[in-house]
Nanobody, 122 residues
Framework: VQLQASGGGLVQAGGSLRLSCAAS????????MGWFRQAPGKEREFVAF????????YYADSVKGRFTISRDNAKNTVYLQMNSLKPEDTAVYYC????????????????WGKGTLVTVSS
């Protein structure tokens, strides 16, 4: 599986962005998909994941209520809708995939895309 994230950019605090992650391959629907981020000078951290069917999601406390992860298996794409953005959301955002949810959440997933930079100005 190859992953390509897009949709990052510069936004003011309180604004919104939607990230997309397009996946190659015909087995996309069998993978748990997740978003992670790495802020300057900090370690990479978990943001959210969605199960294979899209009916179960889980979020880091820091983004709960502001971010929404979703997927469209027909388009082999996972999304991250980010609302009420804060300067502390500034980071490079990565999507990842694995068939094992636990490995994915622990950032041990098999497949990672190149990141997309999100900058939130105050």
């Amino acid at each position: 599986v190859q992953l390509q994230a897009s949709g990052g950019g510069l936004v003011q605090a309180g604004g919104s962005l939607r990230l997309s992650c397009a996946a190659s391959g015909r087995t996309f629907s069998t993978y748990v998909m997740g978003w992670f981020r790495q802020a300057p000078g900090k370690e990479r951290e978990f943001v959210a994941f969605v199960n294979w069917s899209g009916d179960y999601t889980y979020y880091a406390d820091s983004v709960k209520g502001r971010f929404t992860i979703s997927r469209d298996n027909a388009k082999n794409t996972v999304y991250l809708q980010m609302n009420s953005l804060k300067p502390e959301d500034t980071a490079v955002y990565y999507c990842a995939a694995d068939t094992n949810r636990e490995l994915l959440v622990r950032m041990m997933g098999d497949y990672w895309g190149k990141g997309t930079l999100v900058t939130v100005s105050s």
